[in-house]
């Protein structure tokens, strides 16, 4: 029961963390967002790992760190633009899919996924068509909505993340993402002194990048400790469901609608991911 209340725990802390980023990115400038955000989860994570007392890993698992964390902040960058643009509760189920960008790479090594996994890749694929395409309001036929082309390539970002992460976190569970916050950050520094955004409207939502920022970063630490105390086939699956509050927030805070056909998309894509996830 403990593994699965962390699990569920994780699941919200994704979802409220990608709400407010995604919020952020309406009102401030991308770098900012990911700036104060990033900065607030290395502090956050620094300090898990300092009251851990985990050892130092050896330093291929900080170099796997390094690469999850640079394919982390640019699947990050891509993902609040999505939903800055886009539709959050469709926005987000379609970044969920990453966990198929480990499957296609272990096809390509000669391993075989089970039928329970490839079952899951098509129903998350014919999702995510379902998901992307809406309306157009002059009548003119289906057109792929806002904000999809950036949630795929979100979805592309964080699964290469997920691969590098997973080889990280073999050396230590919690310096894997101390590494990955500790890559961004000065990626993203040095973004917002090359770009030089405007600061409009940074002040008064520092509260909520930061928020997004330690939501995120506590729903990793909730994770690892969730898959250490629960069965993973379980854990996995309750954790993924994290695109579930960002269509739940959507519709009561943004009043946000979505077409039947693309609720049965987006319905469609969160169980091939749940179904990827629980054979993962």
Avoid at 156 to 170: D, H, P, T, V
Avoid at 224 to 249: E, K, Q, W
């Amino acid at each position: 029961m403990t593994g699965v209340l962390l699990a569920l725990g994780a699941s919200v802390a994704w979802g409220l963390g990608d709400f407010g980023g995604g919020l952020g990115a309406r009102r401030v400038a991308l770098p900012f967002v990911l700036l104060v955000s990033q900065a607030t989860g290395l502090l956050l994570i620094a300090l898990v790992v300092a009251a851990s007392g985990e050892a130092v890993p050896p330093a291929s698992s900080f170099a796997w760190g390094v690469l999850a964390g640079a394919f982390g902040v640019l699947g990050l960058a891509a993902f609040y633009r999505a939903l800055a643009v886009g539709t959050m509760g469709i926005v987000g189920p379609i970044s969920a899919t990453a966990s198929i960008v480990p499957i296609v790479f272990g096809l390509a090594r000669g391993e075989h996924p089970s039928a329970l996994q490839a079952t899951g890749v098509v129903l998350a694929f014919c999702g995510v068509v379902a998901a992307s395409l809406e309306v157009s309001p002059a009548g003119e036929g289906p057109r792929v909505g806002a904000g999809v082309g950036l949630a795929l390539a979100a979805a592309l970002g964080f699964g290469w993340s997920l691969l590098a992460l997973n080889r990280a976190a073999q050396g230590g569970e919690l310096w894997a993402p101390l590494t990955m916050r500790a890559t961004a950050v000065p990626l993203v520094a040095l973004a917002v002194l090359v770009l030089r955004p405007r600061r409009r409207g940074l002040r008064p939502n520092l509260p909520l990048l930061a928020g997004a920022g330690a939501a995120d970063t506590s729903a990793n630490v909730l994770y690892s400790l969730a898959a250490t105390r629960g069965l993973i086939s379980v854990v996995s699956v309750l954790a993924s469901l994290y695109p579930v509050v960002l269509v739940v927030l959507g519709r009561i805070v943004l009043r946000e609608r979505i077409a039947r056909q693309q609720l049965a998309g987006v319905a469609t894509a969160l169980a091939g991911v749940a179904l990827i996830s629980a054979a993962g």
